[in-house]
């Protein structure tokens, strides 16, 4: 090939790699400029009650339409204290799925079982939501909070009709559990086979290698996965507004600890709210709700992206 055939095809190599880096930052540029944009949204629309409450709007415990007086404190403390019970009720569950698809499940088995398991994302929060109150709630109901209603148990207290915080933690748990599984599973089986034969050369067993090779290298990665399910706890509306109860507990704070009380998440409130609202600072409120969401998430999002990075260093060292 002579010089100037050589100069031609550079010249069109370099001009497709700006065009290929052009299309890339553009879509990374569309991403950050979408987020921006929904903050900025929310913020604009709910400059009302931005203005007409301040901070109270997050410390209050009242919400009064009729007095125009918006308090989110006890839908704040319903979103946090269930997404943290579906946590402790999925995280054990999954990890032990996920080590047993990656580690321990024969091949031939292997494949069903995630499809299961995956197949439970692909359901609709509303079909969780009428199993959660025609199984779930009689069940906890009848085998849970009546006998234990009266036994005056920390944290097993309340009302106990069923509809109630511990109702909503525990759809929750299970609707955040294949997220959680399935990504912890892809993690630990990308995880080098050198390592585990390294610790089978000197004399590990399986659990030795589970326990103290696999776990530990994969530390980072799983805890993004429970960053995740949490993520998904955070914003889940329909299932959690059926069995949740809609009801802020009977406190001064508006808040209880009591799993058997029924209980009200942001998403929540805004679902049952904001048909009802009215033009003005009702609806502003209702979009400050949403504000206050996108907040906590991005919060929590970038906590997680910090200890993940923490934990790699920790592993890398």
Not at 283 to 311: D, Q, S
Request: hydrophobic share 50%.
């Amino acid at each position: 090939m002579n010089t100037p055939s050589i100069h031609n095809a550079q010249s069109k190599s370099r001009l497709g790699d700006r065009v290929y880096l052009g299309v890339l930052s553009l879509s990374a540029l569309i991403l950050f400029l979408l987020i921006v944009g929904i903050a900025a949204t929310l913020a604009w629309q709910s400059r009302l009650s931005i203005q007409a409450t301040g901070f109270k709007f997050v410390t209050g415990s009242v919400w009064d339409d009729a007095a125009g007086t918006y308090g989110i404190w006890p839908f704040l403390f319903g979103t946090l204290y269930s997404s943290l019970i579906a946590l402790l009720l999925a995280v054990p569950v999954s990890l032990g799925a996920a080590i047993f698809l990656a580690e321990l499940c024969p091949k031939w088995l292997r494949t069903p079982i995630t499809f299961l398991i995956e197949l439970l994302a692909a359901i609709p929060s509303v079909v969780y939501g009428l199993w959660g109150i025609f199984l779930l709630i009689p069940f906890l109901r009848d085998r849970l909070m009546t006998p234990l209603a009266d036994k005056h148990i920390p944290l097993l207290q309340g009302a106990g009709y069923g509809p109630s915080m511990l109702a909503a933690g525990v759809i929750l748990a299970i609707m955040i559990l294949p997220f959680i599984t399935a990504v912890s599973r892809d993690i630990l089986q990308a995880i080098p086979k050198a390592q585990r034969e390294a610790s089978y050369g000197l004399g590990g067993t399986k659990w030795e290698t589970i326990s103290r090779v696999v776990l530990p290298y994969s530390r980072s990665g799983i805890i993004g996965a429970i960053m995740l399910g949490l993520g998904r706890a955070f914003g889940e509306t329909m299932a959690v507004t059926m069995l949740i109860g809609n009801q802020a507990a009977q406190t001064d704070s508006g808040i209880s600890f009591n799993l058997f009380e029924p209980g009200y998440t942001m998403s929540s409130a805004l679902a049952n709210k904001f048909n009802e609202a009215q033009p003005g600072l009702s609806t502003a409120a209702l979009i400050e709700i949403g504000l206050v969401l996108f907040v906590v998430a991005v919060l929590v999002n970038t906590c997680a992206r910090l200890l993940v990075r923490y934990t790699g260093k920790s592993v890398n060292k």
